[in-house]
């Protein structure tokens, strides 16, 4: 999807400039760390060939672990694959939050948790927008819940319903923060049973259908430092039979995530999928 409103525009060109300048920066941090690395390197090096000549072995070991401590702590800071952390919490006065497939008992209790956290607009999107869980997330929460029309297998469904959630950001005065992709379908069935076209319905939902929406609002998030939150399934790391259309999905959107993550990481937008 191209990107067609200012605020779209803006929020690119901002953050393009932020990357440029975060770019010189980590240039100075690899040139530093480099250093360190070989100086860590070269006392390593003397206390093994002759640690008579490097004065106390202790000191020489502290040198060389604090070079190795601070290569490890480089990699965690730009490289995230190789640390854990949290996010911490979260401040939501002015902050929205998409939440896609309002249908399942999943979106319903999410945005209903999302509402009671105090966000300023919790858009929820559905099929369905009249029946099931979504109508009941209209009796039973405040005005801050917007269900929207959304099928996430169509360009023109999700560009209408960006253009609605730019709307409200703009009434409301509020930035878009962040997503959750919560949006699949399964199906069950042997491999030789299933037709090809069960495989696409699926494929259709399960991946194309998060890149879908993915690229709709990275422009915007992607300015305020938000967050993205992909729901995966554990068949996405293991399959089992009778379940080939459903985890084949799940595999991709593992991967689809993997390279996110590493993407958004230079723009400290935070991932997360589960």
């Known amino acids: 999807m191209t990107l067609?409103?200012?605020?779209?525009?803006?929020?690119?060109?901002k953050a393009r400039t932020k990357l440029a300048l975060k770019g010189q920066k980590r240039f100075r941090d690899c040139y530093f760390v480099f250093m360190l690395l070989l100086v860590s390197a070269a006392a390593l090096v003397?206390?093994?060939?002759?640690?008579?000549?490097?004065?106390?072995?202790?000191?020489?070991?502290s040198s060389g672990a604090f070079g190795w401590v601070s290569m490890y702590l480089f990699l965690c800071r730009y490289f995230p694959r190789?640390?854990?952390?949290g996010y911490g919490p979260v401040t939501p006065i002015k902050k929205s939050i998409i939440v896609t497939n309002g249908d399942s008992e999943l979106g319903y209790y999410l945005a209903k948790e999302l509402d009671m956290c105090m966000f300023?607009?919790?858009?929820?999107?559905?099929?369905?927008?009249?029946?099931?869980?979504?109508k009941r997330l209209v009796d039973?929460?405040?005005?801050?819940?917007?269900v929207i029309p959304l099928d996430v297998t169509s360009d023109e469904s999700v560009a209408k319903a960006m253009e609605l959630i730019n709307d409200c950001l703009d009434r409301r005065n509020n930035e878009l923060w962040g997503v959750v992709n919560n949006a699949a379908v399964t199906s069950w069935g042997e491999i030789e049973w299933l037709p090809l076209e069960t495989y696409k319905n699926?494929?259709?939902?399960?991946v194309y259908g998060v890149v879908r929406v993915i690229k709709a609002v990275l422009p915007l998030i992607r300015r305020i430092q938000g967050r993205i939150v992909?729901?995966?399934?554990?068949?996405?790391?293991?399959?089992?039979?009778?379940?080939?259309?459903?985890?084949?999905?799940?595999?991709?959107?593992?991967?689809?995530?993997?390279?996110?993550?590493?993407?958004?990481?230079?723009?400290?937008?935070k991932y997360y999928w589960k």
Not at 140 to 146: M, R, S, Y
Not at 202 to 206: D, I, K, Q, R, S
Request: proline share 4%; net charge neutral.
């Open 230 to 269: 992909n729901v995966n399934d554990v068949r996405g790391l293991s399959s089992v039979p009778g379940c080939a259309a459903f985890s084949m999905t799940k595999y991709a959107m593992e991967s689809f995530s993997d390279t996110l993550r590493y993407e958004m990481k230079q723009w400290d937008v």
């Open 120 to 134: 300023s607009s919790i858009f929820v999107g559905s099929k369905h927008p009249d029946k099931g869980y979504v």
């Open 202 to 206: 699926v494929a259709e939902v399960n």
């Open 46 to 61: 003397i206390y093994i060939v002759s640690p008579e000549l490097g004065g106390s072995r202790w000191a020489i070991l």
């Open 4 to 13: 067609s409103t200012p605020r779209q525009l803006e929020a690119s060109a």
């Open 82 to 85: 190789f640390t854990w952390y």
């Open 140 to 146: 039973e929460c405040t005005k801050k819940v917007v």
